[in-house]
């Protein structure tokens, strides 16, 4: 089964730039798909496609897939970011196609 | 606007069963994948499964093979999954997510749904 791996954590000063990682074999050639969710709110796409942002969401946030890591990038870091990040894609690899997820990283702003 | 708007909380004992409810609007529901995640608490996002609402077909994660149930109401935009054999490491917040494609994104979501199962 495919596995993807976040940091449990990351904290950053507001107004640096934090970058939470999410390492799977070969993910370079899978679509990901991240998400933050705020607690007791449901998850909220942030980026998808690697690298696309929905409507609405800030330019401040961006992302990058190379190998086996993707990338999420959160600059001029915002009290407001403070969440938990998760990223996802799909695994078409197996005899049972499924939908992963990351263990999540919780952004701590400082 | 899309709304993804799910049914209420739910108390339910062990060996019991529960049956969420998702109703969809501002889209056409047959159009996307439903497909329903779970949190319990203080941890990750888990997938259930999907159904495609315009042939009823599913996909269930190989974990709930055998006690997940999902299905829809095309009649009324609404999908439903049904969890069997409830045990109390179950309770959680249940999500139903839309995606376009397997490999697309969700991009709508609904609030949740709290089930808690304790004897």
């Known amino acids: ?110 | 606007q899309v709304q993804l708007v799910q049914s209420g909380a739910e108390v339910k004992k062990p060996g019991a069963s529960v049956k969420v409810s998702c109703k969809a609007s501002g889209y056409t529901f047959t159009g996307y994948y439903m497909h329903w995640v779970r949190q319990a608490p203080g941890q990750g996002l888990e997938w259930m499964g999907r159904i495609n609402p315009n042939s009823g077909g599913t996909n269930y994660a190989q974990k709930f093979q055998g006690r997940v149930t999902m299905t829809r109401d095309t009649s009324i935009s609404t999908a439903y999954m049904e969890l069997s054999r409830l045990r109390s490491d179950d309770t959680a917040v249940y999500y139903c997510a839309r995606r376009r494609t397997a490999s697309s994104p969700s991009d709508y979501w609904g609030q949740g749904t709290l089930v808690t199962v304790s004897s």
Do not use: M
């Open chain 1, 1 to 110: 089964s495919y596995v993807l791996t976040q940091p449990p954590s990351v904290s950053v000063a507001p107004g640096q730039t934090a970058r939470i990682t999410c390492g799977g074999n070969n993910i370079g050639s899978k679509s990901v798909h991240w998400y933050q969710q705020k607690p007791g709110q449901a998850p909220v796409l942030v980026v998808y496609d690697d690298s696309d942002r929905p409507s609405g969401i800030p330019e401040r946030f961006s992302g990058s897939n190379s190998g086996n890591t993707a990338t999420l990038t959160i600059s001029r870091v915002e009290a407001g970011d403070e969440a938990d990040y998760y990223c996802q894609v799909w695994d078409s690899s197996s005899d049972h196609p499924h939908v992963v997820f990351g263990g999540g990283t919780k952004l701590t702003v400082l």
